[in-house]
Each structure stands twice: as C-alpha cells, then as structure tokens.
C-alpha cells in the first residue's frame, strides 16, 4: 500500500479514516482491534491538523504510511506542524473519570482513550518533522 499524503486540513481525516481500515483489513485485524486503531489515529490526526496546523498558523501536509510483518502492522502519521508529544499529555484521574460527563473539564480524553486502544503508540520530532507511530499486534 502506498503511503498517502494530503492537505493538512479537517477534509483529510475522511481519505486517512479509509485508509486506516484498508490496512486494518490487509493485517487481517479483528474488528475490535481495527476500530482501536482507527480511533487512535482520527484523535492524533485531528489534533495535528487543528493544533499542529491551524491554531499555530501553519499551513502544510499530513502523511500517513502502512507497514506489516507476521506480528504487527504499523501505520505513522507524518508532519511539519507544531510539535506535540501525545505520551506527555497527562491522563484525566480516576475521579474525573468517574463524574458524569456534563462535570468533566473538556479535553483531554480523547487522547486517553485512543492512545489506550493501540498495542503500541511512540513520538519522534527532528528537523521538524513529527512522526506518530501506532501499532497493532496481527491475531494469531
């Protein structure tokens, strides 16, 4: 599959959603597991395209690719937005979690919960460029 690159704008998240699942579907990933992923990478991708890009006044592409081998697939998510490392926001409490969600501050879940459903998540930004990687662990 080749990798896909596109605008970095709230149209692409439509094109990266169908792609996601294409690469779900050639890992042969269960449907849990697919839709995890998928989560994972719509919650970063929109936070690249409206924090990376758009609040910090930039402008420029988002890139997503598909490697696979017999244990795991892995999809990474390439920028030259702002950076931000997703592993360093903090997680909500145990007692936010619990309060009813008309009480609960905005924000911030979404990136609990999708990081939470990837077997593997990792960060790395150099000269500018960002790189999200997620992976999935193949079923058996």
Do not use: W
């Not at 439509?14 to 699942?21: E, F, K």
């Not at 991708?45 to 017999?70: C, P, Q, R, W």
């Not at 501050?105 to 790395?124: E, R």
């Amino acid at each position: 599959m080749e990798a896909l690159q596109l605008p970095a704008t709230l149209d692409a998240l439509g094109p990266i959603r169908d792609y996601v699942s294409e690469a779900s579907k050639k890992a042969g990933l269960e449907r849990k597991a697919a839709y995890n992923l998928k989560l994972a990478i719509d919650e970063i991708a929109t936070n690249v395209i409206l924090h990376g890009y758009e609040e910090a006044g930039l402008s420029g592409e988002i890139k997503i690719s598909f490697e696979m081998n017999d244990e795991k697939i892995v999809l990474v998510l390439e920028d030259r937005g702002k950076p931000y490392d997703s592993r360093r926001h903090e997680d909500p409490s145990e007692a936010d979690l619990e309060l009813p969600l008309e009480e609960r501050a905005i924000g911030g879940l979404g990136i609990f919960l999708a990081l939470k459903g990837v077997d593997g998540f990792d960060y790395q930004s150099e000269n500018g460029n960002n790189r999200n990687v997620f992976s999935m662990n193949r079923p058996n």
